[in-house]
């Protein structure tokens, strides 16, 4: 009975940290989402575009996108090329996946130092307007990396689980 319990906690704080990575990524893109409607508001009624309204968007909507390909769109949901893949069975659909998920582990297991990396350069420079330090900007992308590897493994197990056929 404690196995069952335990595996229905981490059910429930699974959803509880789905909801909430739900609620993050709404709040970037509602966010950019109103820096632009600020944005024509002041461009087109009030003649007088603002500076900070454009970088504003932009930032939020490059956050907005990586924080939801990382931790709000499931990773079998992303696009993919699987033109080969509808047609074979299902068993070479798990090979197939299985490789495929793999290989998107180590590419972006190699990523992440090179990644850290880059950010640590960008230490050094900050937005034109804002004056926000560019790793800030950009740190998104090693979020990116770093749940959309978790989901790669977590899917990976689950092909190796017996309902395996819930993953293809």
């Known amino acids: 009975m404690p196995a069952r319990d335990n595996a229905n906690a981490l059910r429930k704080w699974g959803i509880f ?3 909430v990575a739900d609620t993050i990524g709404a709040l970037f893109f509602l966010s950019a989402f109103v820096g632009f409607i600020i ?3 002041y461009r087109y009624v009030m ?6 309204t454009e970088e504003f968007t932009m930032i939020a909507f490059v956050w907005a996108v990586f924080w939801a390909a990382a931790f709000c769109v ?3 949901e992303h696009v993919s ?3 080969v893949y509808d047609i074979v069975p299902e068993r070479t659909r798990r090979i197939f996946t299985m490789f495929s998920m793999v290989m998107l582990i180590a590419a972006f297991a190699l990523l992440i130092p ?10 050094r420079k900050k937005s034109s307007v ?3 330090p560019m790793n800030y900007v950009y740190g998104c992308y090693l979020l990116f990396l770093f749940g959309f590897t978790v989901q790669a493994f977590w899917r990976l197990a689950r092909l190796f689980g017996a309902k395996w056929t819930e993953e293809i």
Request: glycine fraction near 0%; charge should be positive.
């Open 17 to 19: 940290l789905k909801a």
């Open 39 to 41: 944005q024509i508001f």
């Open 47 to 52: 003649n007088r575009p603002l500076l900070w």
């Open 74 to 76: 499931p990773i079998r």
């Open 81 to 83: 090329f699987d033109v």
């Open 114 to 123: 090179y990644t850290w990396d880059y950010l640590d350069f960008l230490t």
């Open 130 to 132: 804002l004056r926000i």
